[in-house]
């Protein structure tokens, strides 16, 4: 494969709509993991970015991409990126093909994908993003336990294997219903920015959303100061940026969907993991009585599972290091889960991790040879 960074370029053309949904977040995250990982783009002006919603819109000024109208006839050192082949494609060469997809619910019996860790926001990212978290890992702890984000809405679940997830909004009401001093509610920034500022808080922090909103370049400086951050199920998914974040800036993340992530998160080393409100109030409890080294332990391990599986360098990475030619590439969707969630078992990929056959004994010949 080859690492030259004058040399290393991906041609990216989509076909269909399903990479423009989540206002253009899947478009920008798939192509802003190749720029900031030392990669030229050259992608397809096919487009129509003024239709997209504001995250759609940071592409034509993402560093190290280009618009070009042609397929490049230099394509045999070029990563080739579709969602859908174009026929126009099919006679070229490349370097390697990536066809992303969108379906973790499914077994793919045969193909070994790759996934793609899901990232942090769209407008956290960035090729210093590196140096910031390394920087804000060494933030002094102010808070145990935190949570700030939406609730209004966030009733519905879709998930049921392999349990049946507690929606968001109940997870955090559980939380606040607790009527004692373990629990704080925190409405204007005056009081957030002074618990801050105070010395540590053993105490759960929840910020009421509809009254207060974190700005976007306080977020993270904000989140590395707590020990643990409260990480309930997304709207459409379980899946949310805020635990990829979490755990970026060494926050330990309470968790109800750890089977969601490749490998899954393991309770009491890099997570804490509940299941239904009393079990959440349960731990909780136990949180709030954890010694300093238990946590620093956690803590450590938490950032360790994020350089090793979140770390959009490996992503980069699988897909350079796979000999085979073609590879498939897989994101978690909002439109995926809701289509497919009732198909999630045993044999999907998101569960499994590898391929249904991936333990037998002709699947390991078969995948030796193609090596």
Not at 163 to 183: F, G, S, W
Request: net charge neutral; glycine share 2%; aromatic share 10%.
């Amino acid at each position: 494969m080859n690492t030259d960074p004058e040399q290393r370029v991906v041609f990216a053309r989509f076909i269909d709509d399903d990479i423009l949904d989540e206002m253009g977040r899947l478009l920008y995250s798939i192509l802003n993991i190749f720029a900031t990982n030392g990669y030229q783009i050259r992608l397809f002006d096919n487009i129509d970015f003024s239709a997209l919603d504001k995250y759609g819109q940071l592409v034509p000024s993402m560093p190290h991409l280009t618009l070009i109208d042609k397929v490049p006839e230099d394509s045999a050192r070029m990563l080739y990126l579709f969602d859908r082949e174009d026929k126009s494609c099919a006679h070229h060469q490349w370097q390697k093909k990536v066809q992303v997809k969108f379906d973790l619910f499914a077994p793919y019996w045969f193909t070994d994908p790759v996934f793609m860790p899901y990232p942090v926001h769209p407008l956290l990212s960035g090729a210093d993003l590196p140096q910031r978290l390394e920087t804000l890992r060494g933030n002094k702890k102010r808070l145990r336990i935190f949570f700030s984000g939406d609730t209004e809405g966030y009733t519905k679940n879709r998930i049921h294997y392999p349990n049946t997830k507690l929606p968001r909004l109940m997870a955090i009401n559980a939380i606040l219903e607790q009527r004692d001093n373990k629990t704080i509610r925190v409405d204007n920034a005056a009081t957030l920015n002074q618990l801050f500022k105070d010395e540590y808080t053993n105490s759960c922090v929840v910020v009421d959303n509809s009254k207060l909103r974190i700005a976007p370049e306080d977020w993270l400086p904000d989140l590395s100061k707590t020990d643990f951050f409260m990480c309930p199920p997304g709207f459409c998914m379980p899946m949310c940026h805020n635990v990829i974040e979490a755990m970026a800036v060494g926050a330990i993340p309470v968790i109800n969907y750890p089977e969601w992530f490749n490998p899954s998160l393991s309770h009491m080393e890099n997570c804490i993991v509940f299941d239904d409100e009393k079990d959440l109030i349960n731990k909780i409890d136990a949180i709030l009585a954890m010694g300093e080294q238990q946590i620093s332990e956690m803590r450590r391990k938490a950032i360790d599972y994020y350089e090793k599986f979140l770390n959009p360098r490996k992503f980069i990475s699988d897909i350079e290091s796979r000999k085979e030619n073609n590879i498939t590439a897989l994101m978690i969707t909002d439109k995926n889960t809701r289509k497919n969630a009732p198909r999630l078992n045993k044999n999907s990929i998101l569960i499994t991790g590898k391929p249904v056959f991936a333990n037998s004994r002709w699947y390991k010949l078969l995948h030796s040879l193609k090596h």
